[in-house]
T-cell receptor, first 112, second 112 residues
Framework: QKEVEQDPGPLSVPEGAIVSLNCTYSNSAFQYFMWYRQYSRKGPELLMYTYSSGNKEDGRFTAQVDKSSKYISLFIRDSQPSDSATYLCAMIKNFGNEKLTFGTGTRLTIIP | GAGVSQSPSNKVTEKGKDVELRCDPISGHTALYWYRQSLGQGLEFLIYFQGNSAPDKSGLPSDRFSAERTGGSVSTLTIQRTQQEDSAVYLC??????????FGPGTRLTVL
């Protein structure tokens, strides 16, 4: 079993819908949780990171962490065609120089 | 400013040949990471450099894989006697004082 599980999709939703992306993990030592966005043929770029449990909002994006359930989510409000990409969750034990552990990524398509 | 660059962007090779993949990190970033992204597998950590030293090589899949970093800057990942299962996108990332990992666009390796 992988340390981080993520539904690979694909997920298609109409423009303007709310999108929910999720990951579960098994290692309780993870403390920092990130979401990366990856466009086709590009490297991943960091969207948001969250420390421990709680919510964090940035514009149309909200990241949510529930450490008791080992479950993290990314919500995208008012989705746009430009949001079409692969979204990868990642986590790390300490925010020092340490490897990231990634989910497999969810391919998202926003239909105009 | 310039981001992480990788070369070549695409590499097609024959089984059994050696390949070298290059990464130029963001100037001043002391940490450098190599990851591999295969279809349906997400990003898998290969090796981490701090300066020219590699304190974590735990992700290298076999002794056919090696990497070095010189002058605290450019890194080269070498795969000897390539196999078809080595086909993947090889991603490099670098990080500085704030530990966010910035990714390059990757090298797409195809082993025929």
């Amino acid at each position: 079993q992988k340390e981080v599980e993520q539904d690979p999709g694909p997920l298609s939703v109409p423009e303007g819908a709310i999108v929910s992306l999720n990951c579960t993990y098994s290692n309780s030592a993870f403390q920092y949780f990130m979401w990366y966005r990856q466009y086709s043929r590009k490297g991943p770029e960091l969207l948001m990171y969250t420390y421990s449990s709680g919510n964090k909002e940035d514009g149309r994006f909200t990241a949510q962490v529930d450490k008791s359930s080992k479950y993290i989510s990314l919500f995208i409000r008012d989705s746009q065609p430009s949001d079409s990409a692969t979204y990868l969750c990642a986590m790390i034990k300490n925010f020092g120089n340490e490897k990231l552990t990634f989910g497999t990524g969810t391919r998202l398509t926003i239909i105009p | 400013g310039a981001g992480v660059s990788q070369s070549p962007s695409n590499k097609v090779t024959e089984k059994g040949k050696d390949v070298e993949l290059r990464c130029d990190p963001i100037s001043g970033h002391t940490a450098l990471y190599w990851y591999r992204q295969s279809l349906g597998q997400g990003l898998e950590f290969l090796i981490y450099f701090q300066g020219n030293s590699a304190p974590d090589k735990s992700g290298l899949p076999s002794d056919r894989f090696s990497a070095e970093r010189t002058g605290g800057s450019v890194s080269t990942l070498t795969i000897q006697r390539t196999q078809q299962e080595d086909s993947a996108v090889y991603l490099c990332a670098s990080s500085g004082d704030y530990n966010e990992q910035f990714f390059g666009p990757g090298t797409r390796l195809t082993v025929l």
